[in-house]
């Protein structure tokens, strides 16, 4: 829905050149849609990460750095759109000097986001696994393997198209008549839309839904297997509640319970 709308205020903006108005909202609409992709594959490194190494994944100080990286995306988001609108209303050498860094940063904390899973995961392979209580924990559908796959390749098509944004905006301004090969609308296509298009594909198609799923209340038991954890479904309601100590040695009558191996509850 962001693509098509940027992709209209550009065709708008295309027809009526002198709108700043329209400039202001379709550079805006160009610079945030891809936002969601980033943070989306960020979060299914973060999952892979918690699902092999628990003791660090599951981490407090790791789970606040990865809220607080979240966090600082939204507010870089706002500091380049206060930046590229002020741009637009001020021929302030020095003002536009600060905005242009102002956007630097912006496009340098992008890329720094869409390259991040693609340490997270060579860490996940590379890192030895000593001290943890299980091999892998499971979560979702499809193999380890095509999760690990599926996320390293969209990270480097995202880094890709970020790299690309920082490159060319870091480069120094030429003439409108003496334009650069990365001002052709080629690359402006390809490596924003067509590289955003292709991710966006690969999540539908690999069913990242269902291959990412995690049980809900998942973060306050740490886990992605479920343990500690029982559905209820009185009432109409469809809920998962925990597990306390009493509930495990009790029944709903108050009489004690025995449960065997395979978790399932018989009478004493």
Known sequence: MARIVANVLRIAWATRQTNIRLAIAAQVFVAAGVLILFILNLIYAQRILRAS????????????????????????????????????????????????????????????????????????????????????????????????????????????????????????????????????????????????AVVAYLFLLARMDQRFYVPDGSSKVRTYSGNGYSSGSEKGQNIDKPINSRERQEGSDGEPVKVPLEGKAVLA
């Open 53 to 196: 190494h628990p003791r660090l994944g599951w981490s407090r100080p790791l789970s606040y750095t990865f809220k607080a990286l979240y966090v600082v995306v939204g507010l870089t988001l706002v500091i380049v759109i206060t930046a590229s609108v002020q741009s637009f209303h001020t021929l302030n050498p020095n003002t536009r000097r600060i905005d242009r860094n102002l956007q630097l940063y912006g496009a340098s904390y992008l890329t720094f986001i869409s390259f991040l899973p693609l340490p997270i995961l060579a860490y996940v392979h590379l890192a030895p696994r000593r001290g943890q209580p299980q091999p892998v924990e499971p979560f979702g559908k499809g193999s380890w393997i095509a999760k690990s796959l599926i996320v390293g390749a969209a990270a480097a098509l995202l880094t890709l198209g970020a790299g690309f944004r920082l490159g060319t905006s870091a480069m120094p301004p030429r003439p409108i008549f003496s334009p650069a090969w990365y001002h052709h609308k080629a690359c402006f296509y390809i490596f924003n839309f067509g590289i955003e």
